[in-house]
């Protein structure tokens, strides 16, 4: 099985933009996708759950070019998964995964640390929780509201969930700093 470029682009984009999983979007069909409303109906959770995920109005533009040029290959209606290979099958994990590595090695995105410590598609999911956070230090944004907010959004059952995705970055430290420097009233304490 082959993933054209298009089905790749529009799934990463999806994963990050959405923040999904990859299961959950791979199990996407064309009916859970509202493009008038901007949502994702995402069913088939890792907790059973389903939820209800909003849209970017960027990514809702990626999403209606994508179905609007593939619009051939869903003639099955619209229970016809979203992704599939371009001989017409379901997506599967192993297609996704060789294509990605494909596409880090081209784009020459790699750590250190070998082969089990490189790029995953689960981390585009940890990134677009990071980068979150980061836009709401920076906006001044309550994070005590907004917090349980992005765990609802990810599918987490609880704050502890969305706190694993929380990796600490240059940025992420820095917009943290601030803030806390903003609370104490710029007091060092030592």
Not at 26 to 40: A, F, G, N, Y
Not at 58 to 79: C, W
Not at 156 to 163: D, E, P, S, V, Y
Request: hydrophobic fraction near 40%.
């Amino acid at each position: 099985m082959v993933i054209d470029a298009d089905t790749l682009r529009t799934f990463l984009l999806l994963l990050y933009g959405a923040g999904l999983r990859r299961g959950e979007a791979m199990r996407l069909k064309i009916e859970d996708v509202d493009l008038e409303q901007s949502l994702i109906h995402v069913r088939q959770t890792k907790f059973f759950k389903t939820r209800i995920v909003p849209l970017s109005d960027s990514l809702t533009a990626v999403m209606r070019a994508f179905i609007a040029r593939t619009g051939d290959a869903y003639s099955a209606g619209a229970e016809s998964g979203l992704f599939s290979s371009r001989d017409g099958t379901p997506l599967c994990g192993q297609t996704l995964g060789v294509a990605f590595r494909r596409l880090c090695k081209i784009a020459d995105i790699q750590r250190d640390g070998g082969a089990r410590n490189q790029p995953r598609m689960h981390d585009l999911r940890h990134s677009a929780a990071v980068h979150r956070v980061t836009a709401w230090y920076r906006s001044g944004a309550d994070l005590n509201d907004l917090l349980p907010k992005l765990a609802t959004y990810l599918g987490h059952t609880g704050l502890a969930g969305t706190q694993r995705y929380l990796t600490m970055t240059q940025e992420l430290l820095a917009e943290a700093s601030s803030r806390f420097e903003a609370f104490s009233g710029g007091q060092r304490h030592g």
